[in-house]
C-alpha cells in the first residue's frame, strides 16, 4: 500500500480544504515545487496533485504548475485531478510527464467518456468519487447527486480504470479518521482498486486501512496530517512495505 502525498493547488498556493469548502483552506505553502520536493526527499514514490480551482472552472487552471512538477521529477508517479473534462487535457498532461488522470466530475455526468479514454489512454486513467453519505458529489464536492458511489464504480468495472481514488468528504481534512467500512465496501464490491482519501490522522489510521487492505486498497493519500506532523510520512510507507 502506497503512502500517497496530496499536493492541493489553489490560487498558485499549496492548501488544504476542510470538508472540500474553498472558504475554509489552511495555506501551507506558497511554493507547490518545493513541497513536491519535500515530500520526494521523504521518500514518497506517488504524488497525488489537485487542481482546486480546475474542478470549479471546469478546465485546468493551475496547469502549469502541475506540469512543472511532472518535468523536474520525471521518475515519480504523478496522479492529478481537477477540471479533466476532455481527451485534449488528459493527453496534454501525459505528455508532460504525469502518470495517472482523474476523471471525476465527467465520470458521473458521462460514464462512457471514462470508457473511452480508458481505451485511447490505457493503463493510465483512475476515477475520483467523492461521497457525502454513501453519494457522488460533483464540481468540486460543490454539487450534491443521487448517484450511489458503489453502484458507480461498478459500471467501471472490467474497462481499463487503473483505481477509484475515494474520499469521504465529511472526513477530509478533519483529522478525524478514515472511513473503514465504506472503504472496503466499495473495494469489495467494485472489484477495482482503491486509493482512500479522507481523514487520515496517524499511524493507527495507517495500520487499519494495512489491515483490510487485502490486495485491495492500493493506496492512501494525506494531507493535513503530514503537513501538520500527526503522520510521518516515510515512518508509515516503511510499515507498509514491512507488511
Known sequence: M????????????????????????????????????????AGCRQLHLVDLDGAFAGQPVNGDIIKAIATTYPDLSIQIGGGIRSAEVIESYLSAGVQFVIIGTQAVRDPNFVRAMCKDFAGHIMVGLDARDGMVAIEGWAQATNVSVVALACQFRDIGVSAIVYTDIALDGMLQGVNLDATRQLANQAKIPVIASGGVTDMRDIKALAAIADGTICGVITGRAIYEGTLDLAAAQRYCDSL
Open 2 to 41: 502506497l503512502i500517497i502525498p496530496a499536493i492541493d493547488l489553489k490560487d498558485g498556493q499549496c492548501v488544504r480544504l476542510c470538508q472540500g469548502r474553498m472558504d475554509d483552506a489552511t495555506v501551507f505553502s506558497s511554493d507547490p515545487a518545493a513541497m513536491a520536493r519535500q515530500w520526494v526527499t
